[in-house]
């Protein structure tokens, strides 16, 4: 129970953040196949119900080589994109019109005991998607392959007032009647961006964006995209990226690849401060700055924990608030993960670095380095020529930095007065 609550308070400004969003939700036709999908479709559920606005895009891909097969036809691809000639696309509209009314029966349950019950929603889909043929490319005729032209941002977002759930199909739509077969991927980019939508959610069946060193990747701007997909060659991984990256060229704040295939991984991903998946954002996810008054609550839920080990000397909140000028935070998601902050030394050219502290949660990620090197910059640009520190923990740490030892006879007289001896804090310099 007290993980469930704690779960839910840290949740609990999320809810609030997200209410009355706007999310493209990009489920390809290998996750609705999967066994998972039930739980993504109770998760969906659970967003609405939380005052989400949801666009859900379906793909078709595997459902329509079943029905090629099963006709005995030949997929033909170029460059990755179907050919879809006539007898393609009547296994396309056969694959879609079912997938459209499976997911429809989905999202309609009301079953007793279970995450569906009371949900009573409604889903609307249709003509809203307008598009046009590829044409021909290289000799190659696509035939009845398409790209979308536009979409119905008007109608859709009635549907959305309206608290619907609205279902687009990788089906479009030209002004003289033709039938066009799209990729879901374009389908839910353009969605994202026509709509102003506050997010793109793209599942595919891994984790997120997995790295040469075989770790999730979990935080990406979009122009550091193109290199990773040149790495990834042909891998879907590398289309998921692509739509993500497009979309926040196009002005979606935040894109966010999740696996369809992880129980809970869209809510993880939307409901926890490190996620689930890979992230592609305009802004930085994480930010090093100057401290302004707002942060000192933050920087008390982060200090005192150190204070009461004896890590940290104690500073109260009206101390902070005097001297919050003098800290520098990195902040996560709205939270104060790490801080240090400088005192220049009276009468002298010389600094203190203090108060150096890092969430447990988030050490080991080079965020105390990032933070001594914004206050040495700063000491710097003070005119500073020597940065002393004093810890009874970190020696070590500092050492390995470029601080050397030294002592209390070497510390300018307005600070050598105020030394604790009780604490008997090791002291350290460096020359800058």
């Not at 459902?63 to 296994?91: F, N, S, W």
């Not at 429809?104 to 929603?121: H, I, K, T, W």
Request: with cysteine.
């Amino acid at each position: 129970m007290p993980e469930y609550v704690n779960w839910l308070r840290h949740a609990s400004p999320y809810i609030n953040a997200h209410r009355d969003c706007t999310f493209i939700v990009m489920l390809p036709g290998d996750g609705v196949e999967h066994p998972n999908f039930g739980n993504i479709v109770h998760d969906l559920v659970l967003l609405h119900s939380l005052g989400v606005r949801l666009v859900l895009v379906h793909g078709s891909r595997p459902q329509i080589e079943t029905r090629l097969a099963a006709r005995g036809l030949t997929p033909h691809y170029h460059h990755g994109m179907r050919i879809t000639d006539a007898a393609t696309l009547e296994c396309v509209i056969d694959a879609v019109g079912q997938l459209r009314i499976a997911i429809e029966a989905r999202l309609s349950m009301d079953m007793a005991s279970s995450p569906m019950q009371g949900s009573r929603l409604r889903v609307a889909s249709g003509n809203l998607v307008t598009a046009r043929p590829i044409g021909v490319l290289e000799g190659v005729d696509y035939h009845h392959t398409g790209e979308v032209r536009r979409v119905d941002r008007k109608g859709i977002n009635r549907l959305l007032d309206e608290r619907s759930i609205v279902l687009l199909s990788p089906l479009g739509y030209s002004p003289t009647g033709e039938i066009f077969n799209l990729a879901c991927e374009d389908v839910a980019t353009r969605a994202a961006i026509d709509l102003a939508a506050d997010k793109l959610l793209l599942f595919g069946a891994e984790q997120g964006l997995i790295g040469e060193d075989g770790r999730l990747v979990r935080e990406l701007r979009p122009q550091q995209v193109p290199a990773h997909i040149q790495r990834l060659g042909s891998d879907y991984q590398a289309e998921l990226l692509d739509a993500a990256a497009q979309a926040c060229r196009g002005g979606v704040a935040r894109s966010h690849i999740v696996s369809y295939a992880e129980d809970g991984a869209l809510l993880a991903e939307l409901f926890t401060r490190d996620g689930s998946g890979t992230l592609v954002a305009q802004e930085q996810f994480e930010v090093v700055r100057e401290a302004a008054i707002e942060d000192v609550g933050g920087l008390l839920d982060l200090i005192s924990p150190l204070e009461e080990q004896g890590i940290l000397v104690r500073r109260s909140r009206e101390v902070l608030e005097r001297e919050i000028e003098q800290f520098s935070v990195v902040e996560r998601e709205g939270m104060i993960i790490a801080c240090a902050a400088l005192y220049q030394i009276a009468d002298s050219d010389a600094g203190e670095l203090a108060c150096l502290a890092v969430n447990p949660e988030y050490r080991h990620g080079g965020r105390g380095d990032e933070l001594l090197e914004r206050i040495e910059t700063r000491a710097r640009a003070q005119g500073l020529k020597t940065l002393f520190v004093l810890t009874t923990r970190t020696a070590h740490w500092f050492r390995e930095r470029g601080f050397e030892p030294s002592s209390v006879d070497r510390l300018p007289a307005a600070r050598a007065s105020l030394y604790n001896y009780q604490r008997n804090s090791k002291i350290f310099e460096k020359a800058l």
